[in-house]
């Protein structure tokens, strides 16, 4: 079965420094790969997406991913953290391509807090 | 205007009572999705459509129905509600297809349900 871990449950982080969220898929195959943030009170916003190709992808606000084949891992960085961006974060991945099959199974969620 | 709208924005009901959560969506998108997210658990399915004619159950359907009244409308309804339903209720669209955009999903504001 499909899964997707995201091992910190809260990450704690000073504005200005640089930031990596960890996300690992559990799949034989390469999904599509995912990241959203949920800002509070707000619905889920796309940050980035993989679906094929370049591993380093670029996404809004400043964030980017890379997709370790590997590491079965899609972690997700930015190099300078902004107070706005405490949030949740979620990975998700998606396995595509087949019809019933491009349903997203999200991880548990990353909570961003950012101190002055 | 917001592409993914639901309705209400919060709702607070007693146990046993019957509920409805409305979804409109003015992207034109085929696919439609409800998920729950509960703290600690990330976003889980509930009922996904493809089309109007098509209603398929996902991870946890038990205790939830959905309606797909148009394209751009999908109810989640809870018939007899009880106090375990009690969590932030999203709706998602997609497009149709079989390449990767279709696997990209796009969130309303969400509903915030408390069953007493």
């Known amino acids: 079965a499909q899964s997707v871990t995201q091992p910190d449950i809260h990450i704690t982080v000073s504005e200005g420094a640089s930031l990596e969220l960890r996300c690992n898929y559990s799949y034989g195959a390469t999904p599509y790969l995912f990241w959203y943030v949920q800002s509070p009170g707000q619905g889920l916003q796309l940050l980035l997406k993989?679906?094929?190709?370049?591993?380093l992808v670029q996404g809004i606000k400043g964030f980017e991913a890379e997709f370790k084949r590997s590491q079965s891992s899609f972690n997700l960085r930015k190099p300078s953290v902004h107070w706005s961006d405490a949030a949740e974060y979620f990975c998700?991945?998606?396995?595509?391509?087949?019809?019933?099959?491009?349903?997203?199974?999200f991880g548990t969620g990353t909570r961003l807090t950012v101190i002055p | 205007d917001a592409d993914v709208t639901q309705t209400p924005r919060n709702r607070i009901t007693k146990t046993g009572k019957r509920i409805m959560l409305e979804c409109s969506q003015t992207k034109g998108h085929d696919r439609m999705y409800w998920y729950r997210q509960d703290p600690g658990l990330g976003l889980r399915l509930i009922y996904y459509?493809?089309?109007?004619?098509?209603?398929n159950k996902g991870e946890i359907s038990d205790g939830y129905s959905v309606s797909r009244q148009a394209q751009a409308k999908f109810s989640l309804s809870l018939e007899s509600a009880i106090p375990n339903q009690t969590a932030l209720y999203f709706c998602a669209t997609s497009d149709l297809g079989q390449g990767p955009r279709s696997n990209e999903q796009f969130f309303g504001p969400g509903t915030r349900l408390t069953v007493l």
């Open positions: 998700a991945t998606s396995l595509g391509g087949q019809t019933g099959a491009n349903n997203l199974f």
């Open positions: 459509s493809f089309d109007v004619k098509d209603i």
């Open positions: 993989y679906f094929s190709g370049d591993t």
